[in-house]
T-cell receptor
Framework: SQQGEEDPQALSIQEGENATMNCSYKTSINNLQWYRQNSGRGLVHLILIRSNEREKHSGRLRVTLDTSKKSSSLLITASRAADTASYFCATNDRGSTLGRLYFGRGTQLTVWP | ETGVTQSPTHLIKTRGQQVTLRCSSQSGHNTVSWYQQALGQGPQFIFQYYREEENGRGNFPPRFSGLQFPNYSSELNVNALELDDSALYLC??????????????FGPGTRLTVT
């Protein structure tokens, strides 16, 4: 069953704008990860944030985690057409198989040149 | 490129048939997980293998089975295929050391179509 739920389902922006995607989840987690997927192919790991962390940065990516609200956000700054893809949040839940990931349905991001 | 490879890339099978999908882990990785991703959905955990033993299973029937070999490559077998088995099948490899699992690297997937 799905754990994380991304919002919005789809997002269209112009190159240079920022893109913000949100993720909500239901149970206690060890960590939350964001992945990117191009055209239904393999998943590319973007960033991992642990339950005791509140914010992480990686290049143009910024991820926040609020465990009290069970939510996370992914911000992509200065977006490029090449950022067009589906973005998924995935949680590794406490008490679950080590490394088992629960994915949401994803946000489809389209960046127009 | 993650160093994880899957074969075949695409596959078309008929309902009731059996299929075997293959995954080669990244060098040095000892854990492999399999996921099923239906169209428009996020990946769903099928099972995980660690050192050739099944180490956790999702909500999939027994006709989904797997193997992990001494070189840590893996197979996913699905018997008695159903139309709903049509999906992208992803494997992910990682290194487990004690109770810690490092970042998981996903392969490009196998697109299975059941007619």
């Amino acid at each position: 069953s799905q754990q994380g739920e991304e919002d919005p389902q789809a997002l269209s922006i112009q190159e240079g704008e920022n893109a913000t995607m949100n993720c909500s989840y239901k149970t206690s987690i060890n960590n939350l990860q964001w992945y990117r997927q191009n055209s239904g192919r393999g998943l590319v790991h973007l960033i991992l944030i642990r339950s005791n962390e509140r914010e992480k940065h990686s290049g143009r990516l910024r991820v926040t985690l609020d465990t009290s609200k069970k939510s996370s956000s992914l911000l992509i700054t200065a977006s490029r057409a090449a950022d067009t893809a589906s973005y998924f949040c995935a949680t590794n839940d406490r008490g679950s198989t080590l490394g088992r990931l629960y994915f949401g349905r994803g946000t489809q991001l389209t960046v127009w040149p | 490129e993650t160093g994880v490879t899957q074969s075949p890339t695409h596959l078309i099978k008929t309902r009731g048939q059996q299929v075997t999908l293959r995954c080669s882990s990244q060098s040095g990785h000892n854990t492999v997980s399999w996921y099923q991703q239906a169209l428009g959905q996020g990946p769903q955990f099928i099972f995980q293998y660690y050192r050739e033993e099944e180490n956790g299973r999702g909500n999939f029937p027994p006709r989904f089975s797997g193997l992990q070999f001494p070189n840590y490559s893996s197979e996913l077998n699905v018997n008695a295929l159903e139309l709903d088995d049509s999906a992208l099948y992803l494997c992910a490899s990682s290194l487990r050391t004690g109770g810690i699992l490092d970042e998981q690297y996903f392969g490009p997937g196998t697109r299975l179509t059941v007619t």
